[in-house]
C-alpha cells in the first residue's frame, strides 16, 4: 500500500469507551461497518484483538493502534514494538503512535523501523509542530493532530485548526485528529489543508454523545425553569410567590387595599416582594376580572373596583424590571391544573364555584384568554337576566339560608346539610343542580376530558358528587367526566407562572 494511492477523506475512530456497554467486538466491528457503508473510507481501532476482528469484517484501510496505561511513561498511544508487531499480526494496513517529546519506553526511530519492516504505512499522533517536523524527519508517512491539548493543561473543546494549516505546511499527508465534533468542522478541517480527517467520539462513543445532549438539554431546562415572581391579585387579598415549575420557594400575603387601586396594589406588592429581587427571570400575574391584551379591567366592580384598560403588563414590567404577562384569575388556575393537576395534559375546563364563579378552558394545549370561561356571567336558566354567578354561589346560598330563617355563611350550609337539616341540602340541591346543567353546556361547547371542580363551594364536602347526581341521566356520550381540583388555592399562582416562563 502506497500512501500516494490512498484516499482517506473521512476516517472514523471505533474506541468504544473502555469498559463501557458498548466495549466489545461485536459493536466495534459493527461500528466500522456502519460507518463505511456511509461513506468513511478508512477506520482507527485500539487493541490487536479489535484490530483482527474489524480485518475479518472489512477491507478499508485499518490505522490500528494499542493504548495503555504506562506507571513510567506518559505516552499511551503504541508505545512498544511489540504493540507494533501484534497490529501488524491482526492485519492492521497503517499503525499510529504518540510522536510527542516526552519520557518514552521505545523510541520514534524504533517504531518506525518495525512498521517499515513489515511493509506498513505510519503515522505520527502529534501535539505540536516541533512534534510533526520530527517524525517526518524520522520517516513518517502520516501526520496527525491526535495528541494536541492532551499533553498539558486542561482539555480544549475545540480542535486544533492552526495546527493542522501548519502542519500542511511541512507535508501534504496530514490527518486531522482530536475533537472534530461536527461536520462544519471536518470541512474546515479539510479546508485548512488536511488529506484525512478522524473523527471519533462524536460518532462511535455512544455515552459521550448523549452527555452532551443530556447537558445541553439540562441546561436549557434550567434556563426555562428560572423562578418566576407570580402575584394572584383577588377581591380581599393578594398572593405573591417565588415559584419554580409547581414549586414555591417563598410566599407573601397582603390584603388588598380595596379603595386604593391597581397603581398602590402594585406598589404594595412590589415593596412586599423587594427582598426576592434578582431571584426571578419574570413575573406572572392572575388577577380578578378581564384580562385582554395586557390591559385589565373589572367585569364585576363589586369584586375589585378596577378602571378599565389598565396596563396591568407594562406598569408591572415596569415596577418588576422583568418581563411580565397577566391572565384572568381562574383562567390562570385552569392553566395550572391542566399542565400539573387534575387535568393531566388533556383538554379541560376549569370551573371554581365560591363567592362567585370563575373558569377557564385549556384545548389543544392551549389556554383560551380575554373573555372566554368567565361562566359565573352566563344568564341564568332561571330568569335568564341574572348572571347565573347569582343563583350558585356562595353569596347566593347564604342569601338563601338567612330567607328561610337561618343567617348563616355556606360553610356552615354544609354543615347543616350533614347534620340532616332538609332546607339546607335543598338550598344545595338547587345549586348543585344549575351547576350540573353549565357541566352539560361545557360539555356541548368544548368537550373536554376532564371538568374540573374548585373553589371553597366546589370542593366542599358532597357537592361533587350531588351535581355528578344530577348528570347520572345524560347518555354516556354526552356525560361530562367531573373530577375536584388537584392544586388547592395556589393553581393561579402555579398557572400564572408557568405561563409567564412561556410567553418571554
Ligand atoms: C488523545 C487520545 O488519546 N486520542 C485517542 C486516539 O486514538 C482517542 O481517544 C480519540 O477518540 C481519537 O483521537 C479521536 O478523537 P475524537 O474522539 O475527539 O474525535
Same mark, same amino acid.
Given at each position: 500500500m502506497r500512501k500516494e494511492d490512498l484516499n482517506l477523506s473521512l476516517i472514523v475512530s471505533c474506541q468504544p469507551v473502555p469498559d463501557g456497554a458498548m466495549d466489545g467486538a461485536i459493536f466495534v466491528s459493527g461500528f466500522a461497518r456502519s460507518a463505511l457503508a456511509a461513506g468513511a473510507r478508512a477506520l482507527r481501532i485500539e487493541s490487536s484483538t479489535y484490530v483482527a476482528a474489524v480485518r475479518a469484517a472489512v477491507d478499508a484501510p485499518i490505522i490500528g493502534i494499542v493504548k495503555r496505561d504506562l506507571d513510567d511513561s506518559p505516552v499511551r498511544i503504541t508505545p512498544f514494538v511489540v504493540d507494533v508487531e501484534a497490529l501488524a499480526d491482526a492485519g492492521a494496513d497503517i499503525i499510529a503512535f504518540d510522536a510527542t517529546d516526552r519520557p518514552r519506553p521505545a523510541t520514534i526511530e524504533a517504531l518506525l523501523a518495525a512498521i517499515k519492516a513489515r511493509g506498513l504505512l505510519s503515522m505520527a499522533d502529534c501535539s505540536c509542530l516541533d512534534d510533526a517536523r520530527r517524525a517526518l524527519a524520522a520517516g513518517v508517512d502520516f501526520v496527525g493532530t491526535t495528541m494536541s491539548g492532551y499533553v498539558s493543561g486542561p482539555e480544549p473543546v475545540d480542535p486544533d485548526i492552526a495546527l493542522i494549516a501548519a502542519m500542511r505546511q511541512l507535508t501534504p499527508y496530514v490527518i486531522a485528529e482530536g475533537r472534530i465534533r461536527t461536520p462544519e468542522q471536518a470541512a474546515e478541517a479539510v479546508c485548512a489543508g488536511a488529506c484525512a480527517v478522524v473523527v471519533g467520539s462524536a460518532i462511535t462513543r455512544t455515552e459521550h454523545v448523549t452527555s452532551w445532549f443530556h447537558d445541553a438539554v439540562s441546561a436549557a431546562f434550567s434556563q426555562r425553569e428560572a423562578a418566576t415572581l407570580a402575584i394572584d391579585i383577588g377581591g380581599t387579598k393578594t398572593l405573591a410567590a417565588l415559584v419554580r415549575g409547581t414549586q414555591i420557594l417563598a410566599e407573601a400575603t397582603i390584603l388588598t387595599s380595596r379603595e386604593a387601586g391597581p397603581d398602590a396594589w402594585l406598589a404594595a406588592m412590589a415593596e412586599q416582594t423587594s427582598s426576592w429581587k434578582g431571584q426571578y427571570e419574570q413575573v406572572g400575574i392572575a388577577a380578578t376580572g378581564l384580562i385582554r391584551e395586557g390591559c385589565w379591567s373589572a367585569l364585576n366592580p363589586a369584586t375589585l373596583a378596577i378602571p378599565d384598560d389598565y396596563p396591568l403588563v407594562a406598569q408591572a414590567s415596569k415596577l418588576f424590571g422583568k418581563p411580565a404577562f397577566a391572565v384572568n384569575d381562574a383562567q390562570a388556575a385552569a392553566w395550572g391544573e391542566y399542565r400539573f393537576g387534575a387535568g393531566n395534559n388533556e383538554d379541560t375546563v376549569f370551573l371554581t364555584i365560591s363567592t362567585g364563579i370563575g373558569g377557564g378552558v385549556v384545548v389543544n394545549g392551549r389556554p383560551l384568554l380575554g373573555?372566554?370561561?368567565?361562566?359565573? /356571567? /352566563?344568564?341564568?336558566?332561571?330568569?335568564?337576566?341574572?348572571?347565573l354567578e347569582d343563583v350558585v354561589s356562595g353569596r347566593w346560598m347564604a342569601a338563601k339560608a338567612t330567607a328561610s330563617g337561618h343567617p348563616i355563611e355556606a360553610p356552615e350550609i354544609f354543615e347543616q346539610a350533614r347534620r340532616g337539616e332538609t332546607w339546607a341540602q335543598a338550598i344545595i340541591a338547587r345549586s348543585a343542580a344549575r351547576v350540573a346543567l353549565l357541566c352539560r353546556d361545557i360539555q356541548m361547547m368544548f368537550a373536554p376530558k376532564r371538568i374540573v371542580m374548585g373553589g371553597g363551594i366546589g370542593l366542599a364536602p358532597g357537592y361533587l358528587e350531588a351535581v355528578r347526581a344530577q348528570l347520572t341521566e345524560l347518555p354516556h356520550h354526552l356525560a361530562p367526566h367531573l373530577v375536584a381540583a388537584s392544586l388547592g388555592p395556589r393553581a393561579g399562582i402555579i398557572g400564572a407562572s408557568d405561563l409567564a416562563g412561556r410567553h418571554r
Open positions: 373573555l372566554a370561561g368567565h361562566f359565573g /356571567l /352566563l344568564r341564568a336558566p332561571t330568569d335568564g337576566q341574572s348572571p
